[in-house]
C-alpha cells in the first residue's frame, strides 16, 4: 500500500533541507517504458545509524531535534513506516543487513552474549557471503567506513569480507579501548570520538570522489548516536534536545555532504541511497538515550520500538519522490533487492531471508515482505503477518524484568495498536492458527550456526 503526499505536504516536508538539496529541481519521474528500467549497475550507498530510534528524527515527528536534510531526502524518496531491523541490537543487526539472513542462521546471535566485545574470538563466518561480495563480480568498487562490529581479529575485518577499503571502529564505542582503524591497521588509539562523524563523512566523500567513474557500494555505518555521546565544536551545545540531539544534527549535517556530493558529481540519478538504523533506542541511557515514539519499549527487545525503524529510500528520477510506504520491509531485504538491481548473482550456498523489495522502491508493485521473524539471541519471540504480530515470549528492554512466555501468543494488530497495548488473541484464533504454521515451516526449515558471540579469546596466564 503507497500513499503518496499532495504537493503542498511534499513541499512543506521539505523544509529547510530543499534548498541545499535541490528538492525545486526535483521533477518526478516519467513512468513508462524504459524511464522506469533500473540504470545499468547502479551505486550504492547504505547509512546505517547507531541506536537511532523510530521517533527521533523531524520526519517521523521529533519535535526538537532538528533534522533538515534527512527530512528533505524523505520528501525527495520514500519513507517507510513498517520497515524493521533484523535483530535487537548491534552485531547480529548488522550480520542481518549485510548478508541478507537472520542472524540464527551465521550464529551471529547468542543466548549468553548480546553482541561480539573486545574479548570476542567470533565474528561473521567465512561461510556468509556479503553484499560487498557478491557485488565484486560485477566489477563494484566497495568501501565500509564507521563500526564495523561483526569481528575484530584480522580474519573477520570488513577488507576480508568484501570491502576494498575500510575507516572505523571495530567495535561498539563503548567498549575500551576504541582503536581507529585504516584498512588492518590502528591508527589512533582511543579514537578521538569528539571527531569521528566528521571524518568518517570526509573519507565517504573521498571514496564516492575516487569511484565515481565507476559502480559503486558504501556501507557508511555510524558510530552515533550510541553512549557515550559526542560531537564536534561546530554541533556541540546547538541542540535543544542537548548532547543527543547535537550527535543526531551533526548525523543530519553527514547525510546532506553525502546526497550534495552525488549530486555535484552527477551521480545522483543512478545512485540508491539507503537510510535506516541498527536498532530501537536505548531507552535505560534516559537522557543519552533516544525514542521510539509511539511504539513500544527499545533497543534489546522484540517490541517493535526494539526493531521497527525509519528507513528512507532515495534516487532521483527512478523513485518517485513524496511518498510514505506502508509496506513492511527489514534490512534483510537490503542484499537481494541490491543485488537485484545490480544484475548480481543471489548467493545459492545459504538459504536467504531476504526479499527483493525494489517494486516498491520503483513504483512497480508492493512489498513481497508479509512475515516477519523476531528473534532475541538465538530464541523466536514474535512474528508478525500483515497488520498482526504475535509474541510467544515477552521480556523487557536492556534493564530489570523476566522473561515470560504467552500461550497462546498475545496478540496485538499494529495498524490499530502500533503501540502493542491492546491483547486481542481472544478474539482471532484463526489469525494465530494461522501464524502458528508460518513458525512451523520457518522452524522446518532452520539450521541454526555455530554461536560465534560466546567464544571468547584465551586470557594470557
Excluded at 564507521?146 to 567498549?175: A, C, E, V
Amino acid at each position: 500500500m503507497i500513499a503518496r503526499m499532495n504537493r503542498r505536504e511534499f513541499i512543506a516536508l521539505a523544509g529547510a533541507g530543499a534548498v541545499s538539496l535541490g528538492i525545486s529541481g526535483c521533477a518526478a519521474p516519467n513512468r513508462t517504458g524504459a524511464e522506469n528500467k533500473p540504470a545499468n549497475k547502479p551505486n550504492f550507498v547504505v547509512i546505517f545509524c547507531d541506536d537511532l530510534g523510530y521517533g527521533d528524527l523531524g520526519v517521523y515527528g521529533h519535535p526538537t531535534i532538528r533534522t533538515p536534510n534527512i527530512d528533505a531526502m524523505a520528501a525527495q524518496g520514500q519513507k517507510w513506516t513498517n520497515f524493521y531491523a533484523a535483530a535487537s541490537v548491534c552485531t547480529p543487526s548488522r550480520a542481518g543487513l549485510l548478508t541478507g539472513r537472520l542472524p540464527i542462521r551465521s550464529g551471529m546471535c547468542s543466548s549468553s552474549r548480546r553482541v561480539l566485545f573486545p574479548d570476542s574470538a567470533g565474528g561473521l563466518p567465512e561461510t556468509e557471503v556479503t553484499i560487498a561480495q557478491a557485488l565484486k563480480p560485477r566489477g563494484y568498487a566497495t568501501g565500509c567506513i564507521g563500526k564495523w562490529h561483526l569481528g575484530h581479529l584480522p580474519q573477520y575485518l570488513p577488507t576480508r569480507r568484501g570491502f576494498d577499503s575500510y575507516f572505523g571502529i571495530p567495535y561498539s564505542n563503548d567498549m575500551k579501548p576504541t582503536p581507529l582503524m585504516q584498512d588492518e591497521k590502528t591508527i589512533e588509539e582511543p579514537a578521538d570520538q569528539t571527531t569521528l562523524t566528521k571524518r568518517y563523512t570526509e573519507n565517504a566523500i573521498a571514496f564516492i570522489e575516487k569511484n565515481k567513474k565507476k559502480p559503486f557500494f558504501l556501507y557508511f555505518a555510524h558510530t552515533f548516536p550510541h553512549v557515550p555521546l559526542f560531537a564536534s565544536k561546530d554541533f556541540k551545545g546547538k541542540s535543544i534536545r542537548g548532547i543527543y540531539g547535537d550527535a543526531v544534527e551533526e548525523l543530519d549535517w553527514s547525510v546532506g555532504q553525502i546526497l550534495e556530493t552525488l549530486r555535484r558529481r552527477n551521480l545522483a540519478e543512478n545512485t540508491l541511497v539507503l537510510f535506516t538504523s541498527d536498532n530501537g533506542p536505548w531507552l535505560t541511557q534516559h537522557l543519552n538515550g533516544g525514542s521510539a515514539g509511539l511504539l513500544r519499549e527499545g533497543k534489546g527487545c522484540t517490541f517493535d520500538g526494539g526493531m521497527r525503524e525509519p528507513f528512507i529510500a532515495w534516487w532521483p528520477g527512478r523513485i518517485e519522490p513524496g511518498q510514505t510506504i506502508r509496506d513492511m520491509g527489514s534490512t534483510l531485504d537490503f542484499l537481494p533487492t541490491i543485488l537485484s538491481l545490480a544484475g548480481a548473482q543471489l548467493p545459492t550456498q545459504n538459504v536467504l531471508d531476504g526479499l527483493d523489495i525494489s517494486p516498491a522502491l520503483l513504483g512497480t508493485g508492493p512489498s513481497p515482505r508479509k512475515v516477519m521473524f523476531f528473534y532475541r539471541g538465538a530464541k523466536l519471540y514474535a512474528v508478525r503477518k500483515g497488520w498482526y504480530k504475535a509474541h510467544y515470549i515477552t521480556k523487557p528492554a536492556y534493564g530489570p524484568g523476566n522473561e515470560k512466555e504467552h500461550d497462546p501468543p498475545a496478540l496485538y494488530h499494529l495498524g490499530r495498536d502500533p503501540s502493542e497495548q491492546y491483547n486481542v488473541a481472544d478474539k482471532h484464533s484463526d489469525i494465530i492458527a494461522d501464524i502458528r504454521k508460518e513458525v512451523a515451516l520457518h522452524l522446518a526449515n532452520l539450521t541454526p550456526g555455530k554461536d560465534q558471540l560466546a567464544q571468547r579469546i584465551p586470557k594470557k596466564k
